[in-house]
Every structure is written in C-alpha cells, then in structure tokens.
C-alpha cells in the first residue's frame, strides 16, 4: 500500500478532499418524558353506591384491558344519572376519559368532581396535566394543588413539564423540578425528574448542571427498571442526552464516547440527528473516516425518507446536513431550498432557520 494511501486511510489526508461545512445552527432534541394519561392514579371507592355500578366499574378497569374502558364509562355514566351528587362516579370516569383521549369530557368530569370536593389535591393536578387544559388555566390548577398540599410532589413535576413544554418556562421547569426531587416520589420516579431537568437546564444553557442530571438518572435506572430490557433502553435515554449536550458544549470526546453507547448498537431513522452531532463531535477529535461514514449514512437514511414521504420536509433538512457534512454546498443548498418550499405556509422558526442557513451556505 502506498504511503498517500496509508495517510489517507489513517485520515491523515482526508482534509482534502473531505471538508464539512457549519453544522447548521440549532440545538439537538433530547429525549424526555411527557405527562400521559393517569394510568398510575388508584380510582376511588364509592361512598355511595346502591346499584353497586361504580364498583363494578372499578372491576372492569382493574383488568388493565383497553376494551373494557368504554363499559366502565357507560357504567359510570349510568351510576351518575341515578346519583349525580356522588364525586367517585364523576372522577373514575374522568380517569376513563382522560386514558381513551376524550380530553374535554375528562376535564368536565374533574370540574364537576372538585365542585364536589374542592380541597382534593389530585384532581386539580389532574386537570392541570389533561392536555386541552389551557396553560393557564393548569398552572392556576396546580397553584392551587400546591396551597392546598405543599408536600405532593407530583405537582411540582407535573407543573415543571408543562412549564417546559407549553409555557416555555425551562428556568421555571428546573425549579419544579428540583422541588419534586425533595419530595416523595408518588406518582413519578427521580430517574424521570433528573432526565427532564437535564433536558430544561440544557434549555438555558447550563451545560454542566445538564450533564450532571443526565449522569444521575443513568445512575438510578436500576431503581425504576421492570427488566433487564428497559433498563438498557432507559440508560440509553440518559447517556444520548448526555452525548448530545457534550456535542453541544464543545466537549467532543466524552460525545463521541456517549454517542457510541447508543448508535453502535443499532442507527435508526429517527435517530438521524443523532449521527450527524456524532459526526461533528468525531471530526473535532479528528475521526474523519468515521465522521464521514455518520455523515454518508444520515445522507443515505434521509434519501429514503425523502422517497416515502416527499412532502415532509425534515428528510430534506437531515440530508442538507450531510450533504454540507460532506463538502456538497449546491446539494446541501438545493435540500434546504425544497425543505423551505415545503414550510413556506408555516411561517414557523424552523422556517426562519431554514432561511438563514440557506444564506450561510450561499455567501
């Protein structure tokens, strides 16, 4: 083998012929936990129950069958038309409601509880996370959670992400998140409150506390895992996350170490994104070779994703990304020109930064 081969193949070389653009500007999307539907929350005894309707309810949804929620809500609905005045009927079927996604019928059914029983903590925090809850309108509801029980930390948790999610209040979120830790943790588990506040401290740049939250939840995976599978899965989420935000941070080779754990084991379409950061991250520590099979392997994923979906515009996004990876300005420029084309009727930031980066590359 000749020497300039040997230099090219060890990447001693590959400056040459292999030169990226600027990684376009925009932050990594961590992985974090939603509020879902109160699978966890214990439904209530009836006080009152002639027929014996809410009780035979509450039967039928202890099996955990998706098929039986439609029968305990007729079942419940029955028992509120013979005894409207009992509060069990009303939130054992906003319960129901909310896990079979009728959010307004849910969210009427708290409020009719709560007229019933105005100092009951877990419903308010039930409103507030119901997803049609206004905004304000949850965060009043878990104002009003907190006065009443100062101590129920799954408020606090709650309030931290839709703070995060819907009122774009990361500073607030890490606050909550914070409160939640110094809490019993009923409802919730420190493993999520320590992934979600690394994602909300990554939100206002503090990169150090961010990593720091991420090395604690990979920590207490064990604590939360149901099997060897999903504590994998879980110490995944952490250490991706924390991956990213090396990547972010400028620490590029505790990211490629991180990155590793996960896109080594098995790339994935939407993990695309994740690739490219490993790419950047291994071309700062001078693994050209492997920054660019990242970079070719995004390139290769998003032009498939272009083919089945060409109405989308984030496969072009992903494939400008690789393509200005790899040295292919008027490639890099065409996708994000298409991507553009697709989100003109949006308006929306990631229009913007489409624009902007367009006018980067072009200058």
Same mark, same amino acid.
């Given at each position: 083998?000749? @020497? ?9 070389? $590959? ?33 009152? %129950? ?16 998706? %098929?039986?929620?439609?029968? =305990? ?24 409601? @909310? ?8 969210? =009427? ?39 009443? %029980? ?21 500073? !607030? ?26 994602? +909300?401290?990554?939100?206002? /740049?503090?990169? /150090?506390?961010?990593?720091? %939250? ?20 879980? *110490? ?5 996350? *924390? !991956? $990213?935000?090396? +990547? ?53 994923? /998003?032009?498939?994703?272009? *083919? ?9 996004? $992903?494939?400008?990304?690789?393509? =200005? ?31 902007? *980066?367009?006018?980067? $590359?072009?200058?």
């Amino acid at each position: 083998m000749s @020497d300039a081969l040997l230099a090219a193949e060890s990447g001693d070389n $590959l400056g040459s012929t292999f030169q990226p653009l600027p990684l376009r500007r925009q932050l990594p999307r961590l992985r974090h936990f939603t509020l879902s539907p109160p699978y966890w929350v214990a439904l209530r005894p009836a006080q009152f %129950d002639p027929d014996g309707l809410i009780h035979s309810a509450i039967e039928i949804i202890d099996r955990e069958s998706s %098929d039986g929620y439609p029968q =305990a809500i007729d079942l419940l609905s029955r028992a509120i038309d013979r005894y409207p005045n009992e509060p069990t009927a009303y939130f054992n079927r906003a319960v129901c409601r @909310d896990i079979t996604v009728d959010k307004r019928g849910a969210i =009427a059914d708290y409020t009719r509880f709560l007229t019933l029983c105005p100092e009951d903590t877990e419903a308010y925090c039930l409103r507030a996370v119901t997803a049609r809850r206004p905004i304000e309108l949850a965060l009043a509801d878990f104002e009003r959670a907190i006065q009443l %029980d100062n101590s129920y930390g799954f408020a606090f948790y709650a309030r931290g992400i839709r703070r995060m999610d819907d009122a774009c209040d990361a500073g !607030g979120a890490v606050e909550d998140f914070s409160r939640a830790l110094d809490r019993p943790a009923v409802g919730y588990d420190y493993f999520s409150v320590f992934l979600n506040r690394a994602v +909300a401290r990554f939100d206002i /740049a503090d990169f /150090a506390g961010a990593v720091a %939250d991420c090395t604690e939840a990979a920590i207490r995976v064990q604590s939360v895992a149901r099997s060897e599978f999903d504590a994998q899965f879980l *110490r995944s989420m952490a250490l991706t996350n *924390r !991956g $990213l935000i090396y +990547a972010t941070s400028g620490n590029a080779k505790a990211a490629v170490v991180d990155l590793n754990a996960y896109l080594d084991e098995k790339p994935q379409l939407q993990d695309t994104h994740i690739c490219i950061y490993r790419a950047y991250a291994r071309i700062e520590v001078g693994d050209w070779i492997g920054a660019r099979s990242d970079l070719e392997l995004v390139r290769q994923v /998003a032009t498939e994703d272009i *083919r089945s979906h060409s109405l989308f515009p984030q496969g072009y996004l $992903l494939r400008s990304d690789a393509l =200005a990876g790899l040295g292919d300005r008027a490639g890099a420029l065409a996708d994000l020109q298409k991507a553009a084309d697709l989100l003109s009727g949006f308006k929306n930031e990631v229009y913007r930064e489409t624009l902007e *980066r367009i006018q980067e $590359l072009a200058e």
